[in-house]
């Protein structure tokens, strides 16, 4: 009855959205104030990072029953959001429910199809091994549509749609998946991974692909044992959970490098956690991200143990740390035909490149890939190697879009004091909210 109730209180009061491009000069101003519900933050934050927006600055607050946040965002280019298409769509998700309304795109950049099989992968990482997943779907006559491969502390986890290359249409005989799934299982085990390699079918569009990685990774454990990585270590994630004893709350802090979805991954760990995000701050300086929350579990108890804080931050971390984009960045743009990616990933591993994350898209008859790598020992891939590969593939077929050891040599670490750890001395949110109209 209660559930019913809430679900009548919903209805009757719809998310008001605001979205502003004169209130700001820099970014368009986007203010969403809504009946309060669990999860209803990262339902927002989601919409945003469907849509490649960037958000540059937040103010959260939910206290009570009412949910009120402000977000300044950008595109990926960094101008306001001018497309009154675009405007108009994002007023239409966040204004009807969107916790339940269909993503326009993945973060791949597809819709959700029952033409595709769906399959999620997970099992240690190691050179060459999405080379060996690709060479066994094309030997099994499955070709890969569309995927999204994560590493993190020597764990990999992906998502992979594919169909069958004859026909074009997703993979439904029992006995086929069975086949896939056992041969699959096989090569993500290697010789040491005698438990915990996995593959299971999931149904198309039921999550947000990025939030599934980030819940296979986290139910494969990828936060313990924490793996260095090589290179400059200037901007790892800095993450402490303190108390709040004069509000009640636990206070979690977070420094990293910016980059976008930053914020979805952080709010969809917490919210996957059962935490609940009452205030908090978002605030981006040149390339480095602030954030503070000042949250309770869905019980309504704040943090009371050291071991629970410990995981928190542990999760966190993992959470920054899955997306971040290490290596070198490579751009595949060609003609899409069967066993490309066996071919491509092929040529990766005899050249002895790792890839570390990897976007997979296919639309028109064409293939848009994105592949981050490093050599084997994680270090920065000799450019040598790169031009002798892109000979191979086609100098105008792969681009180098991006060297992240290019860009942390040149940028360095700023100096720039946390900023919100006032927050309520100030009584920021009470102004905030004393300066808000809900008519």
């Known amino acids: 009855m209660d559930d019913e109730y809430a679900k009548l ?3 009757m009061n719809p998310p008001r959205v605001v979205i502003d491009n004169n209130a700001c000069e820099d970014a368009t101003v986007i203010q969403v104030d809504s009946v309060n519900k669990h999860g209803i933050l990262l339902d927002v934050v989601q919409v945003l990072s469907d849509m490649n927006l960037v ?15 402000v977000f300044y965002v950008i595109d990926r280019n960094g101008d306001k959001i001018r497309d009154t298409q675009i405007i108009d769509y994002i007023q239409r998700r ?60 020597n764990r990999a986890a ?36 005698l438990k915990t390699a996995r593959m299971t079918l999931s149904p198309p569009g039921v999550t947000n692909w990025d939030r599934r990685l ?74 480095e991200a602030y954030q503070e929350f000042y949250i309770r579990h869905v019980d309504g108890f704040p943090i009371s143990s050291e071991a629970e804080r410990e995981r928190l931050i542990q999760c966190l971390e993992a959470a920054i740390e899955r997306r971040a984009s290490e290596g070198m960045e490579l751009e595949l743009s060609t003609k899409d035909r069967v066993g490309l990616l066996s071919d491509i990933t092929r040529i990766f591993r005899e050249n002895s490149l790792c890839i570390k994350r990897a976007e997979i898209s296919t639309e028109n008859g064409k293939a848009k890939d994105t592949f981050y790598v490093t050599d084997v020992t994680g270090n920065p891939v000799d450019p040598k190697i790169i031009d002798s590969i892109r000979r191979q593939i086609g100098v ?38 004393l300066n808000r109209s809900y008519s």
């Open 158 to 193: 992906a998502v992979v749609h594919v169909t069958d290359d004859s026909t074009g249409c997703a993979i439904n005989n029992p006995s086929r998946i069975s086949t896939i799934r056992d041969l699959l299982c096989n090569v993500l085990r290697g010789s040491s991974d």
């Open 94 to 153: 966040l204004e009807n429910n969107p916790g339940f309304a269909p993503s326009m795109r993945e973060s791949v950049g597809v819709v959700p199809s029952e033409e595709h099989t769906s399959i999620e992968l997970t099992g240690i990482d190691r050179p060459g091994l999405l080379s060996e997943v690709c060479a066994v779907l094309t030997d099994l006559h499955c070709n890969v549509v569309n995927a999204e491969i994560w590493t993190h502390n």
């Open 9 to 11: 209180i919903r209805r």
């Open 55 to 69: 958000i540059t600055k937040a103010y959260i607050s939910s206290d009570g029953f009412w949910f009120m946040d």
């Open 214 to 287: 980030h819940q296979i990774m986290f139910a494969d454990r990828d936060y313990e044992k924490r793996v260095q990585r090589a290179g400059d270590t200037t901007m790892v994630p800095h993450v402490s959970v303190i108390d709040c004893i004069q509000k009640d709350y636990t206070v979690v802090t977070m420094r990293a490098k910016d980059r976008p979805k930053l914020l979805f991954d952080i709010v969809c760990t917490l919210t996957d956690m059962e935490y609940v995000v009452y205030h908090g701050v978002v605030q981006t300086i040149r390339t």
């Open 396 to 433: 105008a077929a792969l681009q180098v879009k991006h060297n992240s050891n290019l860009s942390q040599k040149a940028s360095g670490s700023t100096t720039i004091g946390f900023l919100f750890g006032n927050l309520f001395k100030a009584g920021s949110f009470q102004n905030f909210k």
